[in-house]
């Protein structure tokens, strides 16, 4: 496979190993407590939202329905939060 078709994989979402490292930075995200996109309240979602049935952003670890290339500084603001000790604070 041609370097080109692997770009074409990746950007169309049809490649398995690029789906499932997504699913993988998807679940650690739930584990460093973020939320997911439409569930965020800072990214303007609703805790009691249901599952969407499109993507709410284009390109974040934490929507369904996107290729998974990024997280909001609001949300690498909450992971470094729940990284620091309550006595560093």
């Known amino acids: 496979m041609k370097n080109y078709e692997k770009y074409e ?19 650690i995200g739930h584990t460093l407590g973020l939320y997911d996109v439409f569930r965020d ?7 009691d939202a249901p599952t969407p049935q499109s993507s709410l952003t284009r390109s974040n670890y934490m929507d369904y329905f996107v290729q998974k290339r990024m997280f909001f500084k609001t ?3 909450t992971i470094i939060k729940n990284l620091t000790p309550p006595t560093a604070r």
């Open 9 to 27: 994989r990746f950007m169309q979402g049809t490649d398995v190993d690029v789906r499932a490292s997504g699913a993988v930075i998807h679940e």
């Open 41 to 47: 309240t800072q990214l303007g979602g609703r805790p």
């Open 75 to 77: 949300q690498i603001n």
